[in-house]
């Protein structure tokens, strides 16, 4: 398998710009999480998803991010308009039992940077 | 509130010596406590999970220890190699919570010198 797929590995943009990151999860996971991760905070998470369906968007920051997940192998999370403090590295992590124990795999991230 | 601390937050060992990592945690009461290692500039990879029940778990080099009556998890690396140079990520799932809920811990970062 090829594991949790994410695009773009990186990203600079300037303050304003639409971002949009992109995920593929794991073939058969039924549940796909978002997480942000930075030095001062570590990784937190933004929203996640079990069938496509959005669970819990409490970690979503603002307005500004929104998610989306049209079918099972496909999520996008989109920043706009992005500003500095929005830089970090974005990961995307999928799951086969979202209310289980199961083992979380997460891709290799999007390092974007907001200039 | 429920936390997880690490510690140290960075250490540095020579090749071939043994580590110990800590992790303390406030979650109450906790479905599973998980570590995971993040190589530099890549995804945290899962490498143990413990149920409430459980107190220890291997992995090669890697054994985790759990003390739920002390709230303590510990992660023990053997003969460390370069390659175990990474952050080391301490996760506690929550009881009544599902893998939305995890919680963690910021990590201990690991440099193994030769």
């Known amino acids: 398998d090829a594991g949790v797929i994410q695009s773009p590995r990186h990203e600079v943009t300037e303050m304003g710009q639409e971002v949009t990151l992109r995920c593929k999860p794991i073939s058969g996971h039924n549940s796909l999480f978002w997480y942000r991760q930075t030095m001062m905070r570590g990784l937190e998470l933004l929203i996640y998803?079990?069938?496509?369906?959005?669970?819990?968007d409490s970690g979503m920051p603002e307005d500004r991010f929104s998610a989306k997940m049209p079918n099972a192998s496909f999520s996008t999370l989109k920043i706009q308009p992005s500003e500095p403090r929005d830089s970090a590295v974005y990961f995307c992590?999928?799951?086969?039992?979202?209310?289980?124990?199961?083992?979380?795999?997460f891709g290799e991230g999007s390092r974007l940077t907001v200039l | 509130k429920n936390q997880v601390e690490q510690s140290p937050q960075s250490l540095i060992i020579l090749e071939g010596k043994n580590c110990t990592l800590q992790?303390?945690?406030?979650?109450?009461?906790?479905?599973?406590l998980r570590w995971y290692k993040q190589d530099t500039g890549r995804g945290p990879v899962s490498l143990t999970i413990m149920t409430f029940s459980e107190n220890t778990k291997s992995n090669g080099r890697y054994t985790a220890t759990l003390d739920a009556d002390t709230k303590q998890s510990s992660l023990h690396i053997t003969a460390s190699q370069l390659s175990d140079s990474a952050s080391y990520i301490c996760?506690?799932?929550?009881?009544?919570?599902?893998?939305?809920?995890?919680?963690f811990g910021k990590g201990t970062k690991l440099s193994v010198k030769p």
């Open positions: 996760v506690v799932q929550p009881r009544r919570g599902s893998q939305g809920n995890l919680i």
């Open positions: 992790c303390n945690y406030t979650v109450s009461p906790f479905s599973n």
């Open positions: 992590a999928s799951s086969s039992t979202g209310a289980g124990t199961g083992e979380l795999f």
């Open positions: 998803f079990n069938n496509n369906v959005p669970i819990d």
